[in-house]
């Protein structure tokens, strides 16, 4: 009897894994420490952390399972703080006019804290930060920190602002509506000779329209 993993790491808001028992003959859960729930569900082994266990520090137990006199034992390990903060997305830009985002949390962590730089509305909702920020009337891009906290991992997320510099307004682009000359036909150019020895055209601008070929110019 084998199991496809010696040992199992939670995070400080538990969760479940499974894990999968090879075995060539019928076995069962043994014995299963107070802070989890263990069940056979086929081949496999489902291990959840109890939700009304709480921890204040790392806690170690070994769960077992056995078939006839055989008795295999699997390490479970629960952390009692957060190891890890991250953000969806990892940057945020706004431009010059400024606006409002939303930026996902994602961490094992149970109680957040954040903090940010003067200059930024910030708001925490189900580990979602709700972001908003005024107009940049400064000349440059600026740059703002947001903090977020959780027993003793504390991340930082970057919030970029577009300046006047970088604030272009898009061109105008102006619809004429244009009539094709009279004289020349739209050419911009009138036949003026036809060489009798070589046959070669020669022309000239035509200068009802300056050689644009349009009405009017």
Request: hydrophobic letters at 35%; aromatic letters at 6%.
């Amino acid at each position: 009897m084998t199991a496809d993993r010696q040992a199992l790491e939670f995070g400080k808001k538990g969760g479940e894994r499974c894990i999968h028992i090879d075995c060539d003959g019928d076995w069962e859960v043994a014995v299963c420490p107070n802070w989890v729930k263990a069940e056979r569900l086929g081949d496999s082994l489902m291990i959840r952390c109890l939700d009304e266990v709480r921890i204040q520090s790392e806690i170690q137990d070994t769960l077992f399972i056995q078939a006839d006199t055989i008795k295999r034992g699997i390490l479970l390990v629960r952390n009692g703080v957060a190891t890890f903060v991250r953000f969806s997305p990892t940057r945020v830009h706004f431009p010059q006019a400024g606006g409002s985002q939303e930026v996902n949390i994602i961490t094992d962590g149970d109680k957040l804290n954040i903090s940010y730089d003067e200059g930024l509305d910030v708001s925490l909702t189900d580990n979602t930060l709700s972001i908003s920020t005024d107009a940049n009337n400064s000349t440059w891009q600026r740059t703002k920190m947001i903090y977020v906290q959780t027993d003793y991992v504390k991340e930082s997320l970057t919030i970029t602002q577009d300046g006047w510099a970088q604030h272009q307004q898009r061109p105008i682009r102006k619809i004429v509506q244009v009539e094709p000359c009279a004289e020349c036909g739209g050419a911009g150019r009138l036949l003026y000779e036809i060489q009798v020895e070589t046959g070669e055209k020669v022309y000239h601008k035509c200068e009802a329209c300056n050689g644009t070929g349009r009405k009017g110019n």
